[in-house]
């Protein structure tokens, strides 16, 4: 298990690389001077704009920014922001709960959601109920977030007023954050309608953000259902007169759900990573917004933290999915 692990381990060494220039380069290339929309309204002259280009070290050639920026990243240094002169680091800390709190729930949503189209669409192959869940999958997966999201806000949001069109919870409600998960310091609140606004907040952006990966799981569990139900040990159960619910849950979908649970956690790297559209949808203040705000006002060292701890965030997952998965099944560690 050792040699999997430090094999996969060496295998990240030139993705860390091109995620570096990457997330260096990038935001180099969008036009537009940074000092300029570091200092707003405000206008220097130009020695005062020259000295300032020089004490953030942006006179310098592209390689030795390159490389003074690898220099602090293996001391631990994200930077510090141009715009609000804090450290990347912090602002990163206070803004990723909400992230996560926003990932969580979509997978939440798109995991039980799925697991039940996938399996009813499995047991009724090719009734009308199957075609449904297929064609409604395949909708899913292909729908862009941008207008998705913008159809919920305008039925559920603006026709109906059911839902916040915004934000993470009513400005009414003055909440202590203390684990920095709102729907967790809003229920240790105690303020009366405080959860429920969290909640209301969250649906829409969870909804938006998960609708793809239940699409995936729906598919996958369909395929995953049809495949188990062929097998001789589902024929034995059945024969040994064991009730349909039981052969079902704990024969058939037990076993359904390894491949199901490879494909969950491969897509809970890509909800971390990508909930920038989302996030900027509903102005959720979570990493995706951070970031789109930052790559406006050109704050160079947030957008490359934010790019690269993104890429950090999918790569991990991803890895701690592929060990999980070589511990359960020895032969794909044979075959690395």
Request: net charge neutral.
């Given at each position: ?59 310098q050639p592209l390689h ?220 959720w203040p979570g990493i ?45 560690r044979s075959q690395h």
């Amino acid at each position: 298990m050792l040699t999997f692990l430090l094999k996969k381990l060496a295998t990240l060494i030139p993705t860390l690389i091109g995620i570096t220039l990457v997330a260096f380069g990038l935001i180099r290339l969008i036009p537009g001077d940074p000092i300029e929309v570091m200092m707003g309204e405000r206008r220097l002259d130009p020695e005062a704009h020259a000295a300032l280009v020089q004490r953030l070290g942006l006179d310098q050639p592209l390689h030795v920014q390159y490389f003074d920026y690898i220099g602090k990243l293996a001391q631990g240094d994200l930077g510090q922001s141009l715009v609000s002169r804090e450290p990347v680091a912090k602002e990163f800390a206070a803004l990723f709960p909400a992230t996560v709190e926003l990932a969580l729930a979509a997978l939440l949503l798109a995991v039980s959601l799925g697991l039940l189209l996938g399996m009813l669409a499995g047991l009724k192959r090719g009734s009308l109920l199957d075609q449904g869940v297929m064609g409604l999958a395949t909708v899913g997966y292909s729908m862009p977030v941008f207008w998705w999201g913008l159809i919920l806000i305008m039925y559920f949001s603006v026709g109906l007023a059911w839902t916040p069109v915004s934000g993470r919870i009513s400005i009414e409600y003055d909440i202590t954050r203390v684990t920095g998960f709102l729907l967790i310091d809003a229920w240790l609140s105690g303020e009366e309608g405080a959860f429920k606004s969290a909640c209301l907040h969250l649906l829409l952006p969870a909804l938006v953000l998960g609708t793809s990966t239940m699409a995936v799981v729906a598919r996958m569990t369909r395929s995953s259902m049809l495949e188990v139900l062929r097998e001789d040990y589902i024929r034995s159960a059945r024969a040994k007169g064991l009730g349909p619910g039981r052969v079902l849950i704990v024969h058939a979908l037990r076993n359904a759900l390894i491949p199901v649970l490879t494909v969950v956690g491969m897509q809970t790297g890509s909800l971390l990573a990508g909930a920038v559209l989302t996030e900027t949808i509903f102005s959720w203040p979570g990493i995706g917004k951070w970031l789109i705000d930052s790559i406006a006002r050109r704050d160079y060292p947030v957008v490359q933290a934010g790019i690269l701890i993104s890429a950090l965030t999918f790569i991990a997952v991803n890895l701690i999915v592929d060990l999980l998965y070589g511990l359960v099944n020895p032969r794909i560690r044979s075959q690395h």
